[in-house]
């Protein structure tokens, strides 16, 4: 954004300049105030805690993207403390093994397959690129225990990076266990109470997995769990000393729906493409509904932003306008008797 001043003067002796300038000066004193004031560490955020809730395959008509909020009606009262985003979309590839590896690097990488000895030599992937858990861990020197990714047996989860600056040093805990999203929430749940980690993922994956099971009355009732699920980490969240008031959660999907038939996925429709952005803490404006368009790309660097480290090979951006306390913007002072005040351009 841009901020541009009133182009009125006033006549008068040579020591008095013009109005133009005297805002110029302050907005220039501000910005320096703003850098000064951002190195010092004084604009920190309120959130200490993210939470990041994974919803496979849940296409954006049967969530936020209903007006009704039929199915999601717990996500909808959290969108009205918070912000969420439209449009917001998965601008690749509309399957999981690429889309959830690019929410967690704020890019697109590659998926390599390995050996994985972590499970027994088995065939499994890694991320190319850094990820979310790894830029945590090592940034802030944070031990495994503070940054857990919770999901159902898989098997074998997918992994992060084998980065030679990163890598499994740095991987989060995995904690796979069960086969529901219930069954997935009460393993958060007991997680959340003996580590409460600062970061935490989690994956809820029936309803994409109902989907594909081409009963439409499944899938349905899966995203209302999902929803149920979403509202229950919240109340958790509120109520619990650690998390209250310190803690931002997103929630968002991997990819969508064919438009015309939510058995599938895979293709460049919009169904497929349109996926849903909520976000709600501290820091989120509240009832925001953000049209700057946006990708899966862009929440692992907006944790970035809310934690205090850097995301440097993500090619995601942070999500700036979702945050209250626009640094530059809330710094401005208005000088006295300067004339009119500056005009706010949004970009």
Wanted: proline letters at 5%.
């Amino acid at each position: 954004m841009m901020y541009m001043t009133s182009s009125s003067g006033h006549s008068g002796s040579h020591a008095d300049p013009p109005h133009h300038l005297i805002h110029l000066a302050s907005i220039l004193a501000a910005a320096i105030l703003v850098l000064t004031l951002l190195a010092a560490g004084s604009l920190a955020y309120e959130t200490e805690h993210v939470m990041l809730v994974i919803v496979d395959g849940l296409r954006y008509t049967e969530g936020l993207g209903d007006s009704n909020h039929t199915y999601v009606p717990k996500m909808h009262r959290l969108s009205e403390q918070g912000a969420i985003v439209e449009p917001f979309v998965n601008d690749r590839h509309t399957n999981t093994m690429r889309a959830v590896p690019a929410i967690w690097c704020g890019g697109w990488t590659e998926v390599i397959t390995f050996k994985d000895r972590h499970c027994g030599g088995s065939e499994n992937i890694h991320c190319e690129m850094p990820t979310v858990f790894e830029y945590y861990r090592k940034g802030l020197d944070r031990e495994r225990t503070d940054c857990i990714y919770v999901l159902g047996d898989v098997g074998c989860p997918w992994k992060a990076s084998l980065s030679p600056a990163f890598g499994p040093d740095f991987w989060p805990l995995y904690h796979s266990v069960g086969v529901t999203d219930m069954d997935v929430w009460a393993q958060a749940t007991d997680i959340l109470e003996t580590f409460h980690p600062s970061l935490f993922l989690l994956y809820l994956s029936r309803v994409d997995h109902f989907g594909h099971s081409g009963s439409w009355s499944y899938y349905t009732r899966s995203i209302e769990l999902a929803d149920s699920i979403v509202g229950m980490l919240w109340d958790f969240i509120e109520s619990d000393s650690v998390y209250a008031g310190k803690t931002t959660m997103f929630v968002t999907n991997d990819h969508g729906r064919h438009t015309d038939d939510f058995t599938g996925h895979d293709c460049d429709c919009e169904g497929c493409r349109t996926v849903q952005l909520l976000a709600v803490g501290p820091d989120i404006r509240q009832g925001l509904v953000s049209n700057t368009p946006r990708t899966i790309c862009d929440i692992t660097p907006t944790i970035g932003e809310l934690l205090g480290f850097s995301t440097e090979m993500a090619t995601g951006a942070v999500m700036y306008e979702l945050l209250i306390g626009d640094a530059l913007q809330d710094s401005i002072i208005d000088p006295i008797d300067a004339g009119d005040p500056p005009t706010l351009i949004e970009p």
